[in-house]
């Protein structure tokens, strides 16, 4: 990990972690150069998802270091998942649910992703239907999870949720390539 010494434009949406681990955050963009040139900057908290107005990256308490994230040096074009219409639908489902039933659901989602694997002949749709259930399901008891657990609910729910994942989901994603990827 290289110490975080400078910043530059195109440092913006890198990763950060003090030495210790007591922080790990993404940078969303500077706020203010002090005059011993401490960088403050506004950065999401990956470990808890709160967005910190100023964080001092440079010239801090505990130094701060750059995170490896191969993912970002593959130069994979950006894709996007058009999730909107399943945040949608879990707003608007008639039934109450709790995470519970919903974690259950999510099980019975998997079960016919494997239940595929094994009978492909049998099944009503493709292997990608199946999966599109698990993405669902799985969002469902994101929000549903949060929604209990904050108080949220409507446009701030779905957006407390959305950006806190796409977060995790780099994060994530990076850690599967560290463990798993030969690059």
Request: one cysteine or more.
């Amino acid at each position: 990990m290289d110490q975080v010494l400078s910043f530059q434009e195109s440092d913006v949406g890198r990763v950060a972690q003090s030495e210790d681990g007591c922080y790990l955050v993404r940078v969303l963009e500077i706020v203010g150069i002090g005059s011993m040139g401490s960088v403050r900057a506004r950065v999401t908290d990956l470990k808890t998802g709160e967005e910190i107005s100023s964080f001092t990256i440079i010239g801090g308490s505990r130094p701060m270091y750059w995170v490896e994230e191969p993912a970002k040096s593959l130069n994979y074009p950006e894709m996007m998942l058009d999730i909107s219409t399943a945040v949608h639908a879990s707003r608007h489902v008639n039934q109450p649910r709790t995470v519970f039933e919903v974690m259950a659901y999510l099980t019975s989602e998997t079960g016919e992703c494997a239940d595929w694997l094994v009978n492909p002949d049998r099944q009503k749709e493709d292997l990608l239907g199946e999966c599109a259930d698990v993405i669902i399901c799985a969002l469902d008891l994101a929000l549903r999870h949060k929604k209990e657990t904050s108080g949220l609910d409507g446009q701030e729910l779905a957006d407390e949720v959305v950006n806190h994942l796409n977060d995790l989901l780099k994060v994530k994603a990076e850690k599967w390539m560290d463990k798993h990827a030969k690059v």
